[in-house]
């Protein structure tokens, strides 16, 4: 299953709402999660099952969708914020991730 | 407090073989999904291999027949014995708990394999 994740990179003013969209190339229902990776760090988990906020994520965070089509939102962007976001589907192996969307503070 | 460490990186030649570990404080290994997921420089998240509790194997088809991933229950250990290696294998490699068979909520810190002559 391919994931296609947009933007590539974005660029947000602090306090900015910013939106990234995933696409599944195939019906995954909900069966979506979403990663934040900071420079040299590992990946952390933000979002399961396409809108479930994991135990001690800020609540800025948030997800939906089901289906081949996705979104992840950041109400109100935070400086801490910066980092790679990726989607990861779990519906069929192999677990497949898209490409990542870095972002940034303008 | 749970804890994934990996070690067992380092610089390897083409063709060679490596022998990455995972042990786990604060989880049980045999009793969770445990995952090795790639990433080469610069790059996005690559999946490699997933061990079931139940003692199942899968394997990303660029991994197949090179990569065989295990455990050592005594040890509380998550293991990937990396053979043939190739250029492309370069990355750094993660280990992570798949809870319920749904999300990666617990990752080691990393380590990095560079296959280069």
């Known amino acids: 299953i391919q994931m296609t994740q947009s933007p590539s990179s974005l660029s947000a003013s602090v306090g900015d709402r910013v939106t990234i969209t995933c696409q599944a190339s195939?019906?995954?229902?909900?069966?979506l999660n979403w990663y934040q990776q900071k420079p040299g760090k590992a990946p952390k988990l933000l979002i399961y099952?396409?809108?479930n906020l994991e135990t001690g994520v800020p609540s800025r965070f948030s997800g939906s969708g089901s289906g081949t089509d996705f979104t992840f939102t950041i109400s109100s962007l935070q400086p801490e914020d910066i980092a790679t976001y990726y989607c990861?589907?779990?519906?069929?192996?192999?677990?497949?991730f898209g490409q990542g969307t870095r972002l940034e503070i303008k | 407090e749970v804890q994934l460490v990996e070690s067992g990186g380092g610089f390897i030649q083409p063709g060679g073989s490596l022998r990455l570990s995972c042990a786990a404080s604060g989880l049980i290994v045999s009793s969770n999904y445990m995952n090795w997921v790639r990433q080469a420089p610069g790059k996005g998240l690559e999946w490699v291999s997933v061990?079931?509790?139940?003692?199942?194997?899968f394997y990303a088809d660029s991994v197949k027949g090179r990569f065989t991933i295990s455990r050592d229950n005594s040890k509380n250990t998550l293991y990937l014995q990396m053979n043939s290696l190739r250029a492309e294998d370069t990355a750094v490699y993660y280990c992570?708990?798949?809870?319920?068979?749904?999300?990666?909520?617990?990752w080691g810190q990393g380590t990095m394999v560079i296959v280069s002559s």
């Open positions: 099952d396409a809108s």
């Open positions: 061990l079931y509790s139940g003692g199942s194997t």
């Open positions: 990861q589907q779990y519906d069929n192996l192999p677990i497949t």
């Open positions: 992570a708990r798949d809870k319920g068979g749904r999300a990666f909520d617990v």
């Open positions: 195939q019906d995954i229902t909900n069966y």
